[in-house]
């Protein structure tokens, strides 16, 4: 049906009229996107079948990639553009007068993911089925995915998301494969053959239901697997228990995704997720395992799990209960397999989101896998007091279990074989701060797998415009090895390659413009810079940073009649998790500060300030092409990796950012002159943190243009918010600045006016431009991908 564009139509009008129930005439978007999505599917479910049989006859290894996020988007256009049959599909649909790109906006965003971890996962399944690796995700079918955000007088107001209301195109429900999880109850145990036996007993059981989506490889008839368990009542109520109450409970565990992701708050039902994904994950990998295997002892040849963070760790002791309870193995032998299969990636060095379990919470939930971790942390405790015999602290501070607590990072480390950091900075903190002491133990154990992105969405798919300008350049070999965008270099100064690049941006800004004008009526100027900030609300990302220099600039306007800028629209996305507090109030200052500056005559012609509310991965996918300048400015050591940066790179976007995470890798990749870098380095800030020293009333004292901003925050110079902002001035003052937001201000405020300088210079600015494209390709996620089955995995491509 997607061979030629005529057999494409007569199918697609057939296909509409018998899905939609209604004639042609009368389809609605929705009908039209269905009837779409439905035709790929099932063109897809041929090559599904046969990959998985593949698989099976081949015998090769394969990659279970277990995280409670995949933040996939949308699944139309990319499936189109991996199938290679985009363009026409696009002017099949063109000529039955149907516009390809409204058909993509009746889909709703997968949107099952906070931000950079569950982005990540989604990236990763697009390059491992591209790569023609047989690699797998594993995770949570929530009914509600990350909430909806509404702004009403600038303050967020939170919806529940619902991205299943027409129904999933992309998925199979698989109820022959359900599984049953058990929570709570307790173990008893009984001696067999001289042998002691644990059985599980009065526990609430659950039931994991698979649905599964295809995941498409680009260029390849390769269709992996993404395994989404939904959780509904098991077919025996438990008797004691209300059955409505049963079935609330039960469904409760797949209902919504915790929108809170750098905190970890220790809810139960966030630990009973955890379990029902690994519970329901490793039985499966392990059913589909014993149809081709006759035992288990060398699992380890023939499967790599990789667990996305410390959330799905509960696989460790949960694989050791298999191997042991179920398979009859002995301790030694099982967990020198589990170690063996097992990875683990860490995200994220905030201590607030490093995640431990109360042993109340953590024991009556799962009462054998609590044997089971108490088991492994004696061991282990017993082999670090043999390394280091009589030091009690260092045997304290690395123990699994410690003070009323299971630590899942130290459960992960001990229990895999390889740990990995997510950018070069990121993971040498890691190795010399964080997680010193078992880097000093297991030294051969850490490396670092620096994140990409994927380039076929965010560029290919994102950006057709700047993909048929490349590929007119260098040709398209590009596509299959991104790294080859390097050609590109020979073209930054060439005057008709860089026309093109600012044509195409300024197409793009022109869109997202009317899209501006579309949400929220508000006019912007698309010759003018567009600055944007899109990334989750969180302190150390310092968004306050961004908007305390706006404030900065409106005041320079005010006071200077003289002072000019360049014309610039500061647009940001975010979205705050719902009990952060300081996050919430830098979303209303954003809008208070919007208008002020948008309405005054003073500024409105030269400073835009915009909201984009509900922020989402097919929202970023307008922004980021449009984008001039991409902000990066976390407090240094304190972004593991971003993604975001890459992406606005690939897009020919110029950095303003700290040295942090990958962007580090940025500026050595495009050269000092092709960026701009400000503040204080990682070392400097973890040494104020160690040591003291650090005194933000100095520089608020010290510093007029930033004692004027702070000021403003509580003076009533925002008359409609006069008691607002003291959460966020006192966080300045009160609490001393913990993001060093104040020390970096006027380093910050002096490369913005180096920005606006460069920009000035049109052909300085697109020489910039295609230099960050020519060196983007390194990010490209088929990287990163790469290299985790090559160290990491030990897989390699069906040929
Ligand atoms: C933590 C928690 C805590 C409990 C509630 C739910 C929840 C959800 C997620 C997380 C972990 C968030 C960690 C994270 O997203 N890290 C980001 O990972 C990106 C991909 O590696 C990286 O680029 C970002 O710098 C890093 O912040």
């Known amino acids: 049906m997607f061979h030629s564009k005529d057999e494409f139509k007569a199918s697609f009008s057939q296909r509409l009229e018998q899905t939609a129930g209604v004639s042609f005439a009368n389809s609605t978007k929705q009908h039209q996107y269905q009837a779409l999505g439905m035709m790929v599917r099932e063109f897809v479910s041929t090559n599904w079948i046969v990959s998985n049989e593949e698989i099976r006859q081949s015998g090769q290894k394969e990659v279970y990639y277990l995280s409670i996020e995949f933040l996939l988007g949308r699944l139309l256009v990319s499936s189109l553009v991996n199938l290679g049959v985009k363009d026409m599909v696009e002017s099949g649909l063109q000529e039955l007068g149907i516009d390809l790109s409204e058909l993509e906006e009746a889909e709703a965003d997968a949107g099952l993911g906070n ?26 079918r929530y009914k509600h995915g990350l909430f909806e955000q ?31 999880v058990p929570f709570w109850g307790d173990v008893q145990w009984i001696e067999k053959n001289g042998k002691l036996t644990f059985v599980h007993e009065h526990a609430e059981t659950v039931l994991a239901v698979p649905f599964d989506m295809p995941v498409l490889g680009y260029d390849t008839t390769r ?53 029902f994904l690994v519970r329901s994950s490793l039985k499966s990998i392990i059913n589909d395992y014993k149809e081709n295997h006759s035992d288990l002892y060398d699992f380890h040849e023939h499967v790599a799990i990789h667990i996305n963070d410390t959330h799905p760790a509960i696989a460790i002791p949960e694989l050791m209960r298999i191997f042991i309870d179920e398979e009859g193995m002995k301790w030694d032998q099982a967990w020198t397999i589990v170690t063996n299969t097992i990875s683990y990636t860490n995200h994220t060095i905030l201590s ?108 290919l798919q994102a950006n057709p415009e700047l993909t048929s300008s490349i590929s007119k ?5 590009w596509i299959a090895e991104p790294q080859q965008l390097a050609e590109l270099e020979k ?53 306050l940073l961004n908007v305390l220099h706006i404030m900065h600039l409106y005041n320079r306007m005010k006071e200077d009649s003289s002072f000019r800028p360049h014309p610039r629209t500061f647009i940001f996305g975010a979205k705050a998790a719902p009990g952060y507090e300081y996050a919430k109030k830098v979303i209303k200052l954003i809008h208070s500060v919007a208008n002020i500056v948008n309405y005054d005559p003073i500024s409105k012609d030269t400073l835009r300030v915009v909201f984009l509310d509900n922020y989402r991965v097919s929202l970023a996918e307008k922004i980021i092409p449009a984008t001039n300048v991409s902000e990066q400015i976390s407090t240094a050591s304190k972004e593991a990796s971003g993604t975001g940066n890459m992406k606005f790179m690939m897009n020919g976007a110029v950095t303003l950012g700290t040295l942090d995470g990958a962007n580090v890798e940025i500026g050595d990749l495009v050269g000092p002159e092709n960026l701009f870098i400000f503040g204080l380095k990682a070392e400097e800030i973890m040494h104020f943190e160690k040591y003291g020293g650090y005194h933000s009333h100095d520089y608020y004292h010290n510093d007029r243009r930033i004692k004027q901003v702070v000021d403003q925050l509580t003076s009533g110079f925002f008359r409609d918010s006069y008691y607002d902002f003291e959460t966020l001035s006192d966080s300045l003052l009160m609490e001393n600045d ?14 913005q006016d180096q920005v606006a300088a460069a920009y000035a210079d049109r052909k300085r600015w697109l020489n910039m431009s295609i230099h960050n494209i020519a060196h983007s390709g390194f990010f490209s996620s088929d990287r990163t991908v790469s290299e985790y089955a090559k160290d990491i995995w030990n897989v390699h491509p069906l040929s």
């Open 115 to 140: 931000g950079g971890l569950g982005r990540l996962a989604a990236c990763f399944l697009d390059s491992m089925a591209s790569l023609k690796l047989s690699g797998h995700g594993h995770g949570i």
């Open 150 to 180: 509404k702004i009403i007088d600038g303050y967020q107001v939170e919806l529940p998301e619902q991205w299943l209301r027409n129904g999933n195109v992309w998925e199979v429900r698989k109820p022959d494969l359900a599984i049953e």
């Open 223 to 275: 269709v992996n697997t993404l395994r989404l368990w939904g959780a509904e009542p098991a077919k025996h109520y438990p008797p004691h228990k209300d059955f409505m109450q049963y079935k609330r409970d039960t469904e409760q565990i797949s209902e919504f995704l915790y929108p809170n992701d750098m905190s970890n708050d220790g809810k139960i039902l966030r630990l009973k997720q955890q379990y």
């Open 352 to 459: 607030e989101a490093m995640e431990k379990w109360s042993i109340d919470l953590f024991k009556p939930l799962f009462p054998r896998i609590y044997m089971i971790v108490e088991e492994i942390n004696e061991r282990f405790c017993k082999e670090l007091w043999r390394e280091y015999p009589g030091d009690w602290d260092r045997i304290e501070q690395m123990a699994i279990i410690a003070h009323g607590f299971v630590k899942m990072a130290h459960l992960s480390i001990v229990g895999s074989h390889s740990v990995n950091g997510v950018a070069k900075l990121h993971t040498e903190i890691l190795k010399k701060r964080e997680m010193k002491n078992f880097h000093e133990f297991y030294p051969e154990r850490f490396s670092n797998k620096t994140n990409g992105i994927t380039h076929r969405r965010w560029l």
């Open 473 to 477: 350049a260098i040709g398209t070999n």
């Open 491 to 543: 073209f930054a100064n060439d005057s008709s390659f860089q026309l093109e690049i600012d044509e195409m941006k300024q197409k793009k800004k022109r869109e997202l413009a009317k899209i501006i004008f579309d949400r929220d009526f508000l006019a912007v100027d698309e010759h003018s810079i567009f600055d944007v900030q899109i990334k989750r609300l969180h302190a150390y990302k310092r968004q």
């Open 738 to 751: 913990q993001y060093f937001l104040l020390k970096d201000f006027s380093a910050y405020a002096d490369a």
